[in-house]
């Protein structure tokens, strides 16, 4: 097999590593994010600027709940209860609603940030494909917890970690699916180092290399897989946390030192793949290593031994994760571009 021909595979496979799951992520977050802000309404004619209807009819438009269908200005509602063919106004708790109360809804002129008309992308998504319009009623409303709506930017306000963003329905088709498929392009990117080595080897350009590299790039990939897996499974038992804990530690570390055994391989082998590699980038590769090997001893003793508040673990969860793609990057650009 040309030698070449494998490198652009290690390369694509890398660039795919850093991608895949970096987008996954993200898009999680910023539908968390949305699925905070927006909130669906009653069946009304929002659109006018004074609706008054009677209970009855209020209660029967909440039959039919939509996120499209909402009131893109602030609204305050007002209550009459009719006593002796008049009205009082009062505000009666929902409980409290009689058939006779008669209901006000008056627009005001400031925008609605609950409202999905005044988010111009995510409208043009639901306006098109009515179907996630059920889909984020239906998320609504199996979310118990509830969405939060205070999320900016978890990576430096920790607001919400990376597994809240993707338990829930429908993150997790997002989550799920392509935290599997980035599991599968990390098995892929191993294995071709383990044959690019083996081809090397085989061709007299580099002499005996180690294969660690390649047991723990097995582990992290089967790992990863098992947590995308696991990810929304609540079992209200302490064994199944434990295992799903372990999972996530076990992850991390194999896919450290699966990353510290291959970048030792190439810096010892480097005057045999002078052709191959880029010598700064390789340099780079080293110090990050490095760094991230020394930043998770670091990180996990902190976890260990302090008390941090819950959003000070959600920061260095997001960063921690990102960061660590960051390898993948260095590894697409670490050699050369394929020769044809």
């Known amino acids: 097999m040309d030698t070449w021909f494998v490198v652009g595979k290690v390369r694509k496979y890398a660039l795919l590593c850093f991608l895949i799951p970096l987008i996954t992520i993200n898009l999680c977050l910023i539908f968390y994010s949305i699925m905070g802000k927006i909130e669906p309404y009653a069946n009304l004619q929002w659109d006018q600027k004074l609706i008054k209807l009677s209970n009855?009819?209020?209660?029967?438009?909440?039959?039919?709940?939509?996120?499209?269908?909402?009131?893109?200005?602030?609204?305050?509602?007002?209550y009459f209860v009719e006593e002796n063919n008049q009205y009082n106004i009062e505000a009666p708790s929902n409980e409290r609603l009689i058939a006779s109360t008669l209901i006000q809804i008056?627009?005001?002129?400031?925008?609605?940030?609950?409202?999905?008309?005044?988010?111009?992308?995510?409208?043009?998504?639901?306006?098109?494909?009515?179907?996630?319009?059920?889909?984020?009623l239906s998320a609504k409303k199996h979310n118990k917890i509830g969405f939060a709506s205070n999320v900016k930017m978890p990576y430096f306000y920790g607001e919400v970690s990376i597994s809240r963003t993707a338990r829930y329905f429908p993150a997790t088709l997002i989550f799920k699916p392509f935290m599997v498929l980035s599991a599968l392009f990390l098995f892929l990117y191993w294995k071709n180092n383990f044959k690019l080595f083996e081809n090397l080897k085989s061709k007299n350009i580099i002499g005996k290399f180690s294969k660690t590299f390649?047991?723990?790039?097995?582990?992290s990939s089967a790992f990863l897989a098992l947590h995308a897996l696991f990810l929304g499974l609540e079992y209200d038992s302490k064994l199944f946390s434990k295992i799903r804990s372990a999972n996530i530690i076990l992850f991390v570390?194999?896919?450290?030192?699966?990353?510290?055994?291959?970048?030792?391989?190439?810096?010892?082998?480097?005057k045999n793949l002078e052709s191959y590699l880029n010598n700064l980038i390789l340099k780079t590769k080293f110090i990050f290593v490095s760094i991230v090997s020394i930043a998770t001893c670091l990180v996990f003793a902190m976890l260990i031994f302090e008390n941090l508040e819950t959003s000070t673990k959600n920061i260095i969860e997001w960063n921690y994760f990102s960061i660590l793609l960051?390898?993948?990057?260095?590894?697409?650009?670490?050699?050369?571009?394929?020769?044809l």
């Open 56 to 78: 009855k009819k209020f209660l029967k438009s909440h039959e039919n709940m939509s996120f499209l269908n909402c009131p893109k200005y602030e609204f305050t509602t007002s």
């Open 106 to 136: 008056v627009s005001n002129p400031k925008l609605n940030n609950n409202c999905v008309k005044n988010y111009k992308l995510t409208y043009l998504l639901l306006n098109n494909f009515k179907i996630l319009d059920k889909i984020l």
């Open 214 to 219: 390649f047991y723990f790039g097995l582990f």
């Open 253 to 270: 570390f194999s896919e450290i030192l699966a990353q510290v055994f291959l970048t030792l391989n190439l810096f010892k082998l480097k």
């Open 326 to 339: 960051i390898y993948y990057i260095l590894s697409y650009l670490i050699w050369k571009k394929v020769r």
